[in-house]
């Protein structure tokens, strides 16, 4: 019994204050000559760690989330960028360095 109760408090101790990150991948697409991050809208909960990977496999690309301060260019190497969800709420997700591109969204649920 004394072990049940050691092993069931190191787990209960491991798990305090863990907080897991939310990985989403997004693709950069072109379909009849219109540029899209795919998918189009993300998710995650208010306190969340998120990490994009930005894959873009022609030319370069801007994508930005506003709200956050995320804007970067996306070139044939994937890029990761690391923030915390703190934001709750929709924000827009563009490219900063072309405006007639297909936008998305960012979905943060408040806790």
Same mark, same amino acid.
């Given at each position: 019994m004394k072990k049940f109760i050691? &092993? $069931?408090m190191l787990s209960a101790l491991s798990f305090q204050g863990f907080a897991a990150t939310r990985v989403i991948t997004l693709v950069n697409h072109q379909y009849e000559g219109v540029k899209q991050w795919l998918p189009g809208t993300?998710? %995650?909960n208010v306190g969340d760690d &998120?990490? $994009?990977h930005l894959i873009n496999k022609k030319g370069k690309h801007g994508f930005r +989330? =506003? %709200?956050f301060n995320i804007a970067t260019e996306v /070139? =044939? =190497?994937m890029v990761k960028l690391k923030f915390k969800a703190d934001k709750a /709420? +929709?924000?827009k997700i563009d490219c900063q360095l072309h405006g007639a591109h +297909? /936008? /998305?969204q960012f979905i943060v649920n408040g806790k």
């Amino acid at each position: 019994m004394k072990k049940f109760i050691l &092993v $069931l408090m190191l787990s209960a101790l491991s798990f305090q204050g863990f907080a897991a990150t939310r990985v989403i991948t997004l693709v950069n697409h072109q379909y009849e000559g219109v540029k899209q991050w795919l998918p189009g809208t993300i998710y %995650a909960n208010v306190g969340d760690d &998120v990490e $994009l990977h930005l894959i873009n496999k022609k030319g370069k690309h801007g994508f930005r +989330i =506003k %709200a956050f301060n995320i804007a970067t260019e996306v /070139g =044939k =190497k994937m890029v990761k960028l690391k923030f915390k969800a703190d934001k709750a /709420g +929709i924000h827009k997700i563009d490219c900063q360095l072309h405006g007639a591109h +297909i /936008g /998305g969204q960012f979905i943060v649920n408040g806790k």
